[in-house]
């Protein structure tokens, strides 16, 4: 199957507790076989670039980070997923429990792939080397960019 790409505006809101953030990217969509995937580029808190990729799938999101930050997290609903967080020489084990994950298009779906726009919430817990961290809710929409 031919990639699809198309540029897009991202907003992904992020709860723990009481403190929300809202954070705005400009990125690139690819659909690639039977996987979406969100191209775009943030900033970590030192400013330093951070190259961030999200594949989609309909029961699966995967986050990846590269730069002065480097992650993987897998979310996927009732299961306990092991990832990994490093920076500056310091380095975690995460492990997420995902206690929601939905994906929803404002558009009908073609053969099983996933159309702009995109709605994306999930929500979970996280443990670093074991310790509990917290819980998370997020919501991540996608859209094509003007």
Same mark, same amino acid.
């Given at each position: 199957? %031919? ?21 705005? &990217? ?25 190259? !961030? ?21 897998? &979310? ?27 994906? !929803?298009?404002?558009?009908? %779906? ?37």
């Amino acid at each position: 199957m %031919a990639r699809q790409k198309q540029l897009v505006r991202i907003r992904l809101e992020s709860r723990q507790e009481d403190e929300r953030t809202v954070h705005e &990217y400009d990125g690139e969509w690819v659909i690639k076989e039977r996987s979406g995937y969100l191209l775009y580029e943030e900033h970590d808190e030192g400013g330093h670039p951070v190259k !961030t990729t999200i594949r989609v799938r309909p029961d699966e999101l995967s986050i990846v980070r590269r730069g002065a930050v480097v992650s993987e997290q897998r &979310y996927i609903k009732g299961l306990r997923q092991a990832g990994e967080y490093s920076t500056k020489g310091l380095r975690f084990r995460l492990e997420t429990v995902t206690d929601l994950l939905t994906i !929803t298009s404002a558009k009908a %779906a073609d053969s099983g792939l996933l159309p702009l726009p995109l709605d994306i919430s999930w929500s979970y817990t996280l443990w670093m080397d074991e310790q509990h961290i917290g819980r998370f809710e997020l919501r991540l929409y996608i859209e094509e960019a003007d």
